[in-house]
């Protein structure tokens, strides 16, 4: 009996091209790893949702259950200690930020176009970054520590007398130096990457036309430098929204409540005070909220399609 | 004994998770309250029936014939203990080594910082089975711990037991850590109740008194009676000596540390957190608290050095060791190393610990206890290992190595006054005129915020009646 592999293969290929129709190959390959990193990204995400939603405190299991969104009336909506770490939270990062940016970008401007220079500063300037975070906190407690540190010791001969820990605004200054003081070469690595890819030809045909270097800088390196501007900022307004380890090192939210954050809280509620549910309802707000401010940044031109 | 890095988790190589029952048998079913109110009898039917019955009069040494534990009894190879990495805590890590001579059985000692051992231990307890056999449990989570069943209960355990005498143990101590709604969960360890140190030297120094006396027409004295004449005192110290000796250290570090050292004050005043039967009232003293509190920052703002706003009892330490501070207002313990250093920095530095202002201290406490979620054998042999620490001879040496006394026979001891009679003479009188700092579940939230709400009035974040009332609130709320 003759066969027919041909018409077989014909019929498999029929098969699969009416399959294609409906679910296209590209799909179909891509599927299991969609699915595992949709199941390893989401679920905790979504445990945290769940987690949100019900009364659950370490010690004492669940009382009531699901609460719904009472945790999210009560501790998020309606609590003074939660609005007052957001407040906190956006003024240290609006200085930060701010700070980081501005001064990253002038030592990148410094070191730009000087190899020899850059060989042997840039490891000094990155050094801040490579240093762990609990370890920049306890440094610079010690050194802002009224008694001890070197910082009120000099600004005493001059005068001037502070007591960093004990005031509600120097406290939360504290902290945003030992911040600036680490991430700002991140921001500097950054800038000096994005300028050493610039194209040259716009910043000769500008110096030819008779722009100063200040005006070659406003007019041509910023407006080329944008997108990565964009991107840095964006990462570290994520990063700074998340400041933790300082606090816990430097002042564990006080005095009073002058430096909680809302990733202190959380810990403090959740860790400390065992009501897993009430810091699940602020955690899943604190997400949403850095989600919405992606959003916004990227619509609002922020993050232009092409940075991605 | 071994003891693990700072940070390491204790492994757990025992039987399979259970829970002790009513028959002695390990279940793995689920936990009910009366379950594990009923393991404890179990436990001394069962498990340590006569185990006990040869101690003395608790004032020897707890060997295995002691306790009627024959070594091969035990059957676990190794005792897991999660403890804070403090003096006394390290003291008896360090003479564990007897226990493990005796019993031919590992301690493993896990020490971490205060907010890790408090995790640690939330975690353990609510895990299906704790990789600790033994926790120190601070007296700020006893209620917490006691609410959720998280501990086994120990009365019938006690009742059993020659060694461990619920009557020896200072009363308030075993009021504020052991003891909870009827229930006895752990076994004091050591307290670190907030007495008043003063200067023994300066209150000796006739020039110096004499100047005082000259100076503000009244007597230095130790002990001051209340809260409001201390304050005065310690402001006049500080303008006396022109700073170079501040009239008082205390801690302004926002949180329990605040309102730890604030409770001791506002106590003075008459006030109180709850009533005899545990209903919350601070609501009802919001005056007594009020006036506290302004005291309390006169002291820190025109007695205190700078910065003492954001002290916690290191600071505290460190400046009156250095001879720059008069008196403080610190947990017990540390009294122990303030002189030490005195010793070390000044010519005849001393400080004794007296009444607080107002004859009514903080009580608080450190104790040991057995999670509820261990295995018969495990639970056995982990109550072996504290009526052992708990025996005379332990609690003694603890104390001559650095550690503080829990009990009355120790106070009594000749051996043990006379190693420290600066700290030990008074100790008995200041914890009997004391409170327990946390009678109640939610404590250390409720003593956590309202430190917070005195530190920002400390701090002029807020007015002392604002703060004040915050933290009625936030107490009250925490309590519910």
């Not at chain 2, 700072?6 to 009366?34: F, I, N, Q, V, Y």
């Not at chain 2, 299906?128 to 006691?146: H, K, L, P, R």
């Not at chain 2, 959720?148 to 037991?161: A, K, Q, V, Y």
Request: charged share 20%; net charge negative; proline share 4%.
């Amino acid at each position: 009996m003759a066969t027919d592999p041909g018409g077989s293969r014909e019929r498999a290929s029929r098969t699969l091209g009416d399959l294609q129709e409906v679910v296209p190959l590209r799909w179909t390959l891509v599927a299991p790893a969609a699915l595992l990193l949709a199941f390893v990204t989401l679920l905790p995400i979504l445990y945290l949702g769940y987690l949100s939603a019900t009364d659950f405190n370490v010690l004492r299991g669940m009382t009531e259950g699901v609460v719904g969104v009472q945790n999210y009336t009560s501790a998020v909506l309606e609590s003074d200690e939660f609005h007052n770490a957001l407040w906190n939270m956006a003024v240290f990062i609006v200085v930060v930020v701010t700070v980081q940016t501005v001064l990253g970008f002038l030592l990148a401007l410094l070191l730009w176009g000087r190899p020899k220079r850059r060989k042997y500063v840039l490891p000094v300037l990155l050094t801040p970054m490579f240093v762990s975070w609990v370890a920049v906190g306890l440094m610079f407690r010690f050194m802002f520590e009224d008694g001890i540190g070197i910082v009120p010791l000099l600004l005493s001969q001059v005068g001037v007398n502070i007591s960093w820990f004990s005031d509600p605004t120097y406290a939360l200054v504290a902290i945003m130096i030992a911040d600036i003081w680490e991430w700002t070469p991140f921001m500097l690595i950054l800038f000096l990457a994005g300028l050493e890819s610039l194209p040259e030809e716009p910043h000769e045909a500008a110096r030819v036309n008779g722009a100063s270097r200040l005006e070659v800088i406003k007019d041509v390196t910023l407006p080329m430098m944008f997108p990565v501007v964009a991107v840095a900022v964006f990462i570290r307004i994520v990063e700074a929204s998340k400041v933790f380890p300082k606090v816990l090192a430097m002042t564990e939210g006080g005095p009073g409540s002058a430096t909680e954050t809302g990733s202190w809280i959380v810990y403090k509620i959740g860790f400390r005070f065992n009501d897993l549910g009430v810091a699940a309802s602020q955690a899943v707000s604190l997400t949403l909220m850095v989600l919405g401010l992606l959003y916004v940044f990227y619509w609002s031109g922020g993050l232009q399609k092409d940075v991605f | 004994m071994t003891r693990s890095e700072s940070g390491d988790r204790a492994s757990s190589t025992h039987s399979e998770p259970a829970r002790w029952t009513l028959t002695g048998t390990a279940s793995t079913a689920g936990p009910s309250r009366r379950r594990f109110l009923t393991a404890a009898g179990a436990a001394s039917v069962i498990g340590l029936a006569g185990c006990v019955g040869g101690g003395d009069d608790g004032s020897g040494s707890v060997s295995p014939d002691d306790l009627d534990v024959a070594p091969d009894e035990l059957e676990v190879d190794e005792i897991n203990v999660l403890a804070e990495g403090v003096a006394d805590n390290l003291v008896l890590a360090e003479m564990s080594d007897r226990f493990e001579d005796e019993y031919g059985v590992t301690v493993n000692w896990t020490d971490f910082g205060y907010e890790q051992t408090q995790e640690e231990a939330s975690n353990q307890v609510a895990a299906d089975e704790s990789a600790y056999d033994v926790m120190t449990i601070d007296t700020y989570w006893v209620g917490d711990f006691a609410l959720g069943e998280n501990l086994l209960p120990l009365d019938s355990l006690i009742g059993g037991s020659d060694v461990v005498d619920s009557d020896n143990y200072l009363e308030e101590v075993w009021d504020t850590v052991a003891h909870f709604e009827g229930t006895t969960w752990t076994i004091p360890f050591w307290q670190w109740t907030l007495g008043a140190g003063y200067r023994e030297d300066l209150l000796q120094d006739d020039e110096f008194a004499a100047q005082y006396e000259s100076e503000f027409g009244e007597d230095l004295q130790s002990g001051t009676e209340s809260v409001s004449a201390y304050a005065d005192m310690t402001v006049n110290i500080t303008e006396m000596t022109g700073g170079d000796v501040h009239g008082a250290a205390l801690m302004g570090q926002s949180g329990t540390k605040a309102n730890d050292q604030w409770l001791g004050l506002f106590q003075g005043k008459g006030g109180t957190f709850i009533d005899e039967e545990g209903n919350p009232v601070y609501g009802d003293y919001r005056q007594e608290a009020i006036e506290a509190t302004e005291d309390w920052i006169r002291i820190i703002h025109e007695g205190g050095p700078d910065g003492s706003g954001s002290w916690g009892f290191p600071e505290v330490s460190e400046h009156v060791g250095r001879g720059d501070g008069f008196s403080a207002i610190n947990y017990n313990i540390f009294y122990v190393n303030m002189n030490n250093a005195l010793s070390e920095n000044t010519e005849n530095g001393q400080i004794k610990q007296y009444d607080t202002p107002g004859g009514s201290p903080a009580v608080g406490s450190w104790s040991l206890g057995i999670p509820a979620n261990l295995s018969e054998e495990r639970a056995q042999a982990a109550w072996t290992y504290i009526q052992w620490a708990n025996s005379f001879e332990m609690r003694k040496q603890r104390i001559l190595n650095g550690g503080s006394p829990v009990c009355y026979d120790t106070l009594d001891d000749d051996e043990v006054v006379e190693s420290n009679p600066l700290l030990w003479e008074n100790l008995e009188e200041l914890i009997t005129g004391g409170k327990s700092i946390s009678k109640y579940p939610g404590a250390l939230q409720a003593n956590t915020r309202n430190g917070e709400e005195l530190s920002a009035a400390l701090a002029g974040g807020k007015s002392v009646e604002d703060a004040i009332d915050a933290g009625i609130e936030a107490v009250e709320n925490a309590m519910e």
